[in-house]
């Protein structure tokens, strides 16, 4: 399957923060979800993705051209929606339209007026007075009117009501029916990629913590639930983000785990948000247990 | 065809996306060779992921319900195929089983059941 | 260069709603007092391009036009060229503008419309329609000051940030200053040769040919400010 999108080796470190080996890749055809806690990365794998952020050392490759060398020939070809808009807020989107126009070969005009109307978007008004959902709405119909092949989105729907997140899943579920064109879908807000995304991938603390499919994450991963005595140590050791509270205790496990637990623990299957937690719940764990040790 | 989705199932979304394919196939509400949605088509009507709706109609295609038409898309099987005739007799055994059972449960003798199947079948 | 223009008519159709209004009011005005009063006048219109120029800093920062940048398919020093030359671009049509309001002014001669035609102010105003070599010397003049203070803020203004423009502006300034100070008191005690600035040429031939070389000069100056700039802030990540 060939890759719309290709992390191999990805460092980038700042005084406060780095990006640690990096590597996932975006078959083309699919929606992926890029999720992770604020500040785990995914803004500065995006940028760097962008070349806005100067990488360190590794390679990323988008429709298989260096994101370095070739980064005109990818823009091109490569729609951006911010969580906020990058444009002149006086102007409306006509005279918007007007400026970008000649960046683009593939620019479609009909298209733009096309999606602005579709979108419901008035076109002689000041993009500033726009509502956050509008603004959203308003760089996809950008995206798409110069026909860019992979979206990506940078927490598009961070503060944005559920009817406009609705809408957008919408727009992107009809963008990727056809299948030579990738979605990257950054949020914090998982039921967003849970329905949607074909693949996610988990960014934490500067490292990818998982990617692959959804079905596989979500299968993979149960949350356990019941009394800390009826836990066998062995398995205490197997648990992630393990979490004690006077009546019992709850942790996420791997299911291949879960083979022999006692009967008297339950468990359910994971959703994206409670694997995000208890990695969340672990790292402070181990932060704590390391204090002890000290 | 119809297909209702329920995000709170404790089914995944591809086994709820083949249980109602399924028995919308075996009840006759979808005639049999009728083109199906292609599989990018149905995620983007049900809001889902293209993985999905690819497994489900793997899953369909390899137990037989649904075959794939190259450069075509998808179809309900042909009620004369192997596969789907199997099935239907297998759902048939299933039925019997349960309706012997019952019946003798409920202490007819099997000349009665037999009686009773064929008033059935009559109408 | 495609992508320079592009940058630059997109910085203009940004600016232009903004400033479009105000500099209509400007050329108008002064216009009309020039054709009234004197040809001199109309070297004023320059300041237009500060309508044209100022506010795009504000709207660049204010905007997020660096995600902007970011996304277009556009090379970043081509980005930064593009001001420079639009710099210069806007100082350039105003002062072709105000050599052709000047030419109209002198032959329509609508000072003979005002009133009191022989007292001492109408006197004046006659005399500076004589003059134009100190007409040309004025639209030259304020071409030269106001482009170059206008290029080397953008410079500033991009490599250290807008912020601290003012700081650097009044710095330069002090920098000159102390230079010419210290230049004129060695030459008084004769450590130096007194330096005797050429005059300018007195026949307005002599003047037209001086402001032609200047604007060369000062586009040289715009593209060098533009490559330092841009050669600068490649270093940078956006």
Redo the contacts between chains.
């Keep these: 399957m060939e890759n719309i999108l290709e992390i191999n080796g990805l460092c980038k470190a700042y005084e406060d923060f780095a990006l640690k080996d990096i590597n996932f890749s975006l078959p083309k055809g699919f929606i992926m979800g890029f999720v992770g806690e604020n500040g785990s990365g995914k803004t500065t794998t995006i940028r760097a993705i962008l070349n806005m952020a100067r990488i360190d050392s590794g390679k990323i490759s988008v429709f298989g051209m260096d994101s370095v060398k070739d980064t005109i020939a990818i823009k091109e070809r490569l729609g951006v929606v911010f969580d906020s808009l990058y444009l002149a807020e006086h102007l409306n989107a006509r005279q918007i339209e007007q400026q970008l126009k000649p960046f683009y070969k593939g620019w479609d005009s009909q298209e733009f007026f096309n999606r602005i109307k579709e979108f419901d978007l008035p076109d002689n008004k000041k993009i500033g007075d726009f509502s956050k959902g509008m603004k959203m709405k308003f760089m996809v119909a950008i995206a798409l009117s110069h026909k860019a092949e992979l979206i990506i989105l940078d927490e598009p729907t961070s503060g944005l009501d559920p009817v406009a997140r609705d809408e957008l899943l919408d727009i992107l579920a009809e963008y990727i029916e056809d299948e030579n064109r990738g979605v990257l879908f950054s949020t914090h807000i998982t039921a967003d990629v849970e329905r949607i995304a074909d693949y996610v991938t988990i960014l934490h603390n500067g490292k990818v913590w998982y990617t692959g499919t959804k079905d596989e994450l979500t299968e993979n991963y149960a949350v356990i639930k019941g009394a800390e005595e009826d836990l066998p140590a062995a398995l205490k050791e197997k648990l992630i983000g393990f979490h004690a509270y006077r009546n019992g205790f709850d942790a996420l496990i791997r299911t291949n785990d879960l083979a022999g637990i006692p009967d008297s623990l339950e468990y359910e299957k994971a959703s994206i948000d409670e694997i995000l937690i208890y990695i969340a719940k672990e790292d402070k764990y181990e932060r704590h247990s390391q204090h002890h040790a000290v | 065809m119809k297909i209702v989705i329920k995000n709170k199932s404790e089914l995944p979304i591809y086994e709820q996306i083949e249980q109602q394919m399924k028995a919308q196939i075996l009840d006759g509400t979808v005639s049999e060779e009728e083109q199906l949605p292609s599989i990018r088509q149905l995620a983007r009507d049900l809001k889902i992921s293209v993985i999905t709706t690819t497994r489900a109609y793997n899953d369909l295609a390899d137990e037989g319900f649904i075959i794939s038409v190259a450069g075509k898309g998808y179809f309900v099987a042909p009620r004369n195929n192997e596969l789907l005739r199997e099935r239907m007799l297998y759902e048939m055994e299933d039925g019997l089983e349960k309706t012997v059972l019952n019946g003798r449960n409920a202490g007819l003798t099997d000349a009665e059941i037999v009686t009773a199947l064929r008033k059935f079948m009559e109408g | 260069m495609?992508d320079i223009l592009?940058i630059m008519?997109?910085d203009f159709?940004?600016a232009k709603?903004?400033a479009f209004g105000a500099m209509l009011c400007t050329v108008l005005l002064f216009g009309i007092l020039s054709m009234l009063f004197s040809p001199i006048i109309a070297s004023y219109i320059t300041f237009v391009s500060m309508i044209f120029v100022i506010p795009l800093q504000g709207?660049a920062d204010?905007?997020?036009?660096?995600?902007?940048y970011?996304?277009?398919?556009?090379?970043r020093k081509n980005i930064t060229r593009a001001r420079f030359l639009y710099i210069f671009l806007i100082h350039f049509v105003t002062e072709l503008l105000e050599l052709v309001l000047g030419c109209i002014a002198r032959t329509a001669k609508l000072y003979l419309l005002l009133p009191n035609q022989e007292g001492a102010t109408m006197q004046m105003v006659k005399e500076s329609f004589e003059d134009t070599s100190l007409a040309l010397e004025m639209v030259f003049g304020m071409f030269i000051f106001l482009c170059l203070i206008f290029s080397f803020m953008e410079m500033m203004g991009q490599i250290f940030g807008r912020e601290n423009e003012f700081k650097i502006i009044m710095i330069t300034l002090g920098i000159i200053a102390a230079i010419a100070f210290v230049f004129t008191i060695l030459s008084e005690h004769d450590i130096i040769p007194v330096v005797k600035l050429p005059s300018l040429p007195e026949s307005v031939s002599g003047i037209l040919i001086l402001g032609g070389v200047s604007n060369v000069i000062i586009f040289g100056i715009c593209l060098l400010f533009g490559e330092i700039t841009a050669g600068t802030l490649a270093g940078r990540?956006?």
């Excluded at chain 3, 204010?62 to 902007?68: D, M, P, S």
């Excluded at chain 3, 970011?70 to 090379?75: A, D, K, Q, R």
């Design positions: 495609k592009n008519r997109f159709l940004t709603p903004i709207i204010k905007n997020g036009f660096n995600k902007l970011g996304i277009l398919p556009v090379n990540e956006l």
